[in-house]
């Protein structure tokens, strides 16, 4: 079973930094999946890679295969970018293929 | 939007009691998943379909039966509520685009078990 790790697990900043949230993982993948979860919501698919980069925005996803690692970054963050980040990564196995991490509670000041 | 609905979104029951949750899908997905979300955990497949009347255990299944009757719903039933299962329970659909994997997530449903 893939092991997945987020971090950090909580992350408060102010309005305007540069935000990274990182997941790390621990076997080979086939894609890798950034969801993004607000207070009391549902879960929204952000992004979804196998290699290289994504941008969307103000949202940047990369993943470095070799590193088993992949980052999300936020530029210009804003308070509705408040939320839980959530990392799953599809390697296959089990009966739907995806670990997913804990998440990255993120809450951005004004 | 891939139209997935749950029902009911939120409900309080007691210890004991049967309860049944609905995801309804609109677009003809094969793929249906049942997950719970707790506190400290990671989202944990409870079942799965890939067809109608094919339906398969999960890592967290224990206490929880599925029915696949037709295409566009996928129903998760406690037989006996425990408090043990008070949790969000989320219900998607998979999606390949492209060759790719993509997911889509119900709202949600939450229980809360006394």
């Known amino acids: 079973k893939n092991e997945v790790e987020q971090s950090p697990q909580n992350l408060t900043a102010q309005e305007g930094e540069f935000i990274t949230i990182n997941c790390s993982y621990s076997?080979?993948?086939?894609?890798l999946h950034w969801l993004q979860q607000h207070p009391g919501g549902g879960i929204v698919s952000l992004f979804m890679?196998?290699?290289g980069k994504k941008k969307h925005g103000r949202l940047i996803a990369t993943i470095n295969i070799q590193e088993k690692h992949s980052s999300l970054h936020i530029t210009a963050s804003h308070p509705r970018d408040s939320a839980v980040y959530i990392c799953?990564?599809?390697?296959?196995?089990?009966?739907?293929?995806?670990?997913f991490g804990k998440g990255t509670h993120l809450i951005i000041q004004p | 939007d891939a139209g997935i609905t749950q029902s009911p979104r939120h409900k309080v029951t007691e210890t004991g009691t049967p309860v049944t949750l609905r995801c309804h899908q609109t677009?003809?997905?094969?793929?249906m998943y049942w997950y719970r979300q707790d506190p400290g955990h990671g989202l944990r497949l409870i079942h799965y379909?890939?067809?109608?009347?094919?339906?398969d255990k999960g890592e967290v299944s224990d206490g929880y039966s599925v029915s696949r009757s037709k295409t566009e719903d996928f129903l998760l039933t406690l037989e006996s509520a425990t408090s043990s299962q008070t949790s969000v329970y989320f219900c998607?659909?998979?999606?390949?685009?492209?060759?790719?994997?993509?997911?889509?997530f119900g709202a949600g449903s939450r229980l809360t078990v006394l």
């Open positions: 379909s890939y067809g109608v009347k094919d339906t």
């Open positions: 076997v080979g993948i086939s894609a």
């Open positions: 890679l196998s290699s």
């Open positions: 677009e003809n997905h094969r793929y």
């Open positions: 799953a990564v599809h390697s296959g196995g089990g009966a739907d293929g995806l670990t």
């Open positions: 998607a659909i998979r999606d390949s685009i492209a060759g790719a994997n993509v997911l889509t």
